[in-house]
């Protein structure tokens, strides 16, 4: 990746701070091998990687959606990095009970931001097999993870105090019958 820095040297170091804890819990899933100029190669040469994905493979069936977000690493990237600021107060307000979904959790930011918070106590993570599954998993341990099948094939069977479903809707081939499912 060093080799791959030098013709990108608009990245400097100076560029890419404020480093947050965003980052320090990508460096700590890497072993601590994770520098910040790797994430921004990793980032920006996954991005294009992810948009000739993005436009050449077809997401259409549960097969082909899981090939797709297995992949590329780039999602977990972008996730953390666009998620670095986020937070979910009015989830945090209206959530009364124990037990929170997320469903098509990706890194599971929902559920970081919240349990960091100190609710709920119970969590469950859904999501399709891939690099941000698995990070989501490493950052929630003790939660309990889930892959569904994206047909009519869902793995909830529990009744939840409140469940997210942040960007999945439009990444699934049903989206009412998921919906129905949720509720």
């Not at 918070?117 to 993870?145: C, H, I, N, Q």
Request: glycine fraction near 8%; proline fraction near 5%.
């Amino acid at each position: 990746w060093k080799d791959r820095l030098a013709r990108y040297p608009l990245y400097t170091s100076s560029r890419l701070r404020p480093y947050g804890r965003w980052f320090r819990e990508l460096r700590a899933y890497h072993r601590g091998s994770f520098t910040p100029e790797e994430f921004w190669v990793r980032y920006t040469l996954g991005r294009q990687h992810a948009a000739s994905l993005w436009g050449t493979k077809s997401r259409e069936t549960e097969a082909q959606i899981h090939a797709f977000y297995g992949e590329s690493d780039y999602w977990l990237y972008r996730q953390a990095y666009v998620h670095r600021r986020s937070t979910f107060y009015w989830i945090s307000d209206a959530l009364r009970g124990a037990w929170f979904c997320e469903y098509g959790c990706g890194i599971a930011p929902v559920s970081s931001w919240l349990r960091r918070r100190g609710k709920p106590r119970l969590y469950t993570l859904v999501d399709v097999p891939s690099a941000m599954f698995d990070f989501a998993k490493w950052r929630m341990k003790g939660a309990e993870a889930l892959t569904p099948g994206l047909g009519n094939d869902y793995p909830l069977t529990k009744m939840y105090d409140g469940i997210a479903c942040l960007d999945v809707l439009e990444h699934v081939p049903d989206p009412l019958s998921l919906v129905q499912h949720l509720v």
